[in-house]
């Protein structure tokens, strides 16, 4: 693993500035607090075990931290010895096993993997059949869940429609393992990393078009040097629009304001292309949020989250998302990352607004 597991002697350097904490999107208003957790650390205190479970590993601790303690990666740690010892919330138990036996925390099949290219009116072929050994890898939610299924099919056919070659794995793809490592469980992440790599090197490939930040994340920072360019799939496109290869013939006349995914930008700094994307389309009244590109308000969905609920009541980051953006006057909130849509949706939704992933947008107008 690329990006070890932090040592536990590293948490002595906190100074208990309060960046962390300050930049957490949980904390004050549930009990999580990251400098609190990092004290108990140093002091190897109890740490109640429904505590580590509220991070979202957004990363904004870790960028903030001015003694390079990695709060982030220090969570995952705790994270480690608790489902070492059984000690999780049985939803993420559910997910790492369904992980274990169809590759997918959902635990839906794996011959399904690749069901969305039964929605194309072409053919994609196998990557070890295309010439460029360019893959488009598919995350688990968008191969399985119906909302974001619709990713996957746009950006095929945006690819298909331009020339740009490119093959899929099908059921021969595993899941990228970003969530699992990040629920503590570092076996079950070496076992699909080590497949996935395997995989990988058995057909030669040497490009890989990931359509959720959350796969780029893992495969870029995460698998060591495979040899293989690592890009998400707005990276592409937005140069492929810049000089004309992709060209829109119908306009999108609405307010548009466009919510930063933490593991494509914060972690990753891919805040411009989704923007120059936008910014292209023809009547799109482009708005921002107040908290944007590196300050960018997380969604809840990452660190395990989209498996399950923590039981304290507040008012969830998405809540508060929906109404800044209705604030702004907004119709559509455009994001380019899953999580983000089905985190976003429900609120919108009763707010009267659209949330929208990139890729939908941009085949209303192709």
């Given at each position: 693993?690329?990006?070890?597991?932090?040592n536990?002697?590293?948490v002595l350097?906190?100074i208990?500035?309060g960046?962390?904490?300050?930049?957490c999107?949980?904390?004050?208003?549930?009990p999580f607090?990251?400098?609190?957790?990092?004290?108990?650390?140093?002091?190897r205190?109890t740490i109640?075990?429904?505590?580590?479970?509220?991070?979202?590993s957004?990363?904004?601790?870790?960028?903030?931290?001015?003694?390079?303690?990695k709060?982030?990666?220090?969570?995952?740690?705790?994270?480690s010895?608790?489902?070492e010892?059984?000690d999780i919330?049985?939803?993420?138990?559910?997910?790492?096993?369904?992980?274990?036996?169809?590759?997918?925390p959902?635990?839906r099949?794996?011959a399904?993997?690749g069901?969305?290219?039964?929605k194309l009116d072409f053919e994609?072929p196998h990557?070890?059949?295309?010439?460029?050994?360019r893959?488009l890898?598919t995350c688990?939610?968008?191969?399985?869940?119906?909302?974001?299924?619709v990713?996957?099919v746009?950006?095929?056919?945006?690819?298909?429609?331009?020339?740009i070659e490119?093959?899929?794995?099908?059921?021969?793809e595993?899941?990228?393992g970003?969530?699992?490592?990040?629920?503590?469980?570092?076996?079950l992440?070496?076992?699909?990393q080590?497949?996935?790599?395997?995989?990988?090197k058995e057909?030669?490939i040497?490009?890989?078009?990931?359509l959720?930040?959350?796969?780029?994340?893992?495969?870029?920072?995460?698998?060591?040097?495979?040899?293989?360019?690592?890009?998400?799939?707005?990276?592409?496109?937005?140069?492929m629009?810049?000089?004309g290869?992709?060209t829109?013939?119908?306009?999108y006349?609405?307010k548009?304001?466009?919510h930063?995914?933490?593991?494509?930008?914060?972690?990753?700094g891919?805040?411009?292309e989704?923007?120059?994307?936008?910014k292209t389309v023809?009547?799109i009244?482009?708005?921002e949020?107040i908290?944007?590109?590196e300050n960018s308000?997380c969604?809840?969905?990452?660190?395990?989250?989209?498996?399950?609920e923590?039981?304290?009541?507040y008012?969830r980051n998405?809540?508060?998302r929906?109404?800044?953006?209705?604030q702004k006057?907004?119709e559509?909130?455009a994001t380019?990352?899953?999580?983000?849509?089905?985190?976003l949706?429900?609120?919108?939704?009763e707010?009267?607004?659209e949330?929208k992933?990139?890729?939908?947008i941009?085949?209303?107008v192709?």
């Amino acid at each position: 693993m690329q990006e070890a597991i932090v040592n536990t002697n590293r948490v002595l350097t906190c100074i208990q500035c309060g960046k962390c904490t300050g930049s957490c999107p949980e904390s004050g208003k549930t009990p999580f607090n990251v400098r609190m957790l990092m004290r108990k650390r140093q002091f190897r205190n109890t740490i109640e075990e429904f505590l580590p479970w509220y991070c979202t590993s957004c990363g904004a601790c870790t960028i903030r931290c001015p003694r390079d303690v990695k709060p982030s990666e220090v969570i995952i740690e705790i994270r480690s010895g608790f489902v070492e010892n059984g000690d999780i919330p049985a939803a993420i138990q559910k997910a790492l096993e369904n992980t274990f036996v169809q590759k997918n925390p959902w635990g839906r099949s794996r011959a399904k993997r690749g069901a969305w290219v039964e929605k194309l009116d072409f053919e994609i072929p196998h990557v070890s059949e295309t010439a460029s050994k360019r893959l488009l890898f598919t995350c688990c939610i968008q191969a399985y869940d119906p909302r974001c299924m619709v990713i996957p099919v746009n950006v095929a056919t945006i690819l298909n429609r331009y020339g740009i070659e490119f093959g899929i794995l099908g059921e021969e793809e595993a899941c990228c393992g970003n969530e699992i490592r990040r629920i503590g469980e570092s076996g079950l992440f070496e076992e699909l990393q080590e497949e996935n790599k395997t995989v990988f090197k058995e057909y030669g490939i040497k490009e890989i078009i990931a359509l959720s930040p959350h796969c780029m994340n893992a495969f870029k920072k995460e698998y060591g040097d495979m040899d293989i360019k690592v890009s998400h799939y707005t990276e592409l496109l937005a140069p492929m629009i810049k000089n004309g290869t992709i060209t829109f013939n119908g306009t999108y006349n609405k307010k548009v304001i466009y919510h930063d995914p933490c593991f494509l930008g914060k972690q990753n700094g891919i805040f411009d292309e989704p923007r120059d994307i936008l910014k292209t389309v023809q009547g799109i009244d482009f708005l921002e949020f107040i908290r944007s590109r590196e300050n960018s308000m997380c969604c809840e969905g990452g660190g395990g989250r989209m498996f399950f609920e923590v039981e304290t009541q507040y008012k969830r980051n998405s809540e508060v998302r929906v109404e800044d953006a209705f604030q702004k006057g907004a119709e559509v909130i455009a994001t380019a990352c899953p999580f983000c849509v089905m985190n976003l949706e429900e609120k919108a939704v009763e707010k009267g607004l659209e949330v929208k992933e990139l890729s939908e947008i941009l085949m209303e107008v192709l």
